[in-house]
């Protein structure tokens, strides 16, 4: 019986985020950009969360996690004059704490899309392209940190970076944290590279 629900279950809210996806699509200005940006280990300090045994839930655990205030920073600067599109890999069932959460860091009024696997994002970055959208993708997609071992999601990396999009990723996330979290007189030096993203 549990085999025969998965599917169900996770085909019901992957045709349910699709569908509000293309309500989002319907509304995008072309001569927006659209930033695409995700929150854990991106914007949340999610990681060290999971070798904490003290939350007794997920959701808890997800309304717990500290934020990037430089990360948190370059948002509101973008949203200004951009679309900022969340998509996070986390559980479904996990929709209203995260979007509590964002609340929380100040960040509501940005819409939130769920995938059950990092790979699935691709499908919301390729519609955006394929709508002839600026796109700028924020994630720095790495895996493992828990374990003492930080690993990168290469294939899918790789597949970012042969799109006609701005792909940020963990290397450019430390740089945004560091220029926006910091006044240390070294980051106007070390993060001049960002000026370009700052004028898309």
């Known amino acids: 019986m549990k085999g025969l629900f998965k599917p169900i279950y996770y085909g019901f809210f992957r045709r349910l985020f699709k569908l509000k996806f293309r309500r989002i699509q319907a509304g995008l200005n072309p001569s927006v950009p659209v930033y695409i940006v995700d929150i854990d280990n991106t914007l949340a300090d999610t990681w060290p969360s999971l070798q904490e045994l003290v939350h007794p839930n997920e959701q808890d655990r997800y309304r717990s996690l500290s934020v990037f205030l430089g990360m948190r920073k370059f948002i509101l600067c973008?949203?200004?004059?951009?679309?900022?599109i969340f998509i996070s890999a986390r559980s479904f069932l996990s929709y209203q704490s995260t979007q509590e959460w964002l609340r929380s860091c100040g960040l509501d009024g940005c819409d939130l899309i769920l995938v059950a696997r990092a790979a699935d994002k691709m499908y919301f970055i390729k519609?955006?392209?394929s709508s002839g959208l600026k796109v700028v993708c924020v994630d720095d997609l790495s895996y493992n940190h828990e374990h003492g071992e930080m690993k990168l999601y290469h294939e899918l990396i790789q597949e970012l970076n042969e799109l006609p999009l701005i792909y940020l990723g963990i290397k450019e996330i430390e740089l945004i944290n560091s220029y926006y979290g910091t006044n240390h007189p070294n980051t106007q030096t070390t993060c001049?590279?960002?000026?370009?993203?700052?004028?898309?």
Do not use: W
């Open 127 to 129: 519609t955006l392209i």
């Open 78 to 84: 973008k949203r200004k004059s951009a679309k900022v």
């Open 192 to 200: 001049e590279n960002l000026s370009d993203y700052c004028q898309h």
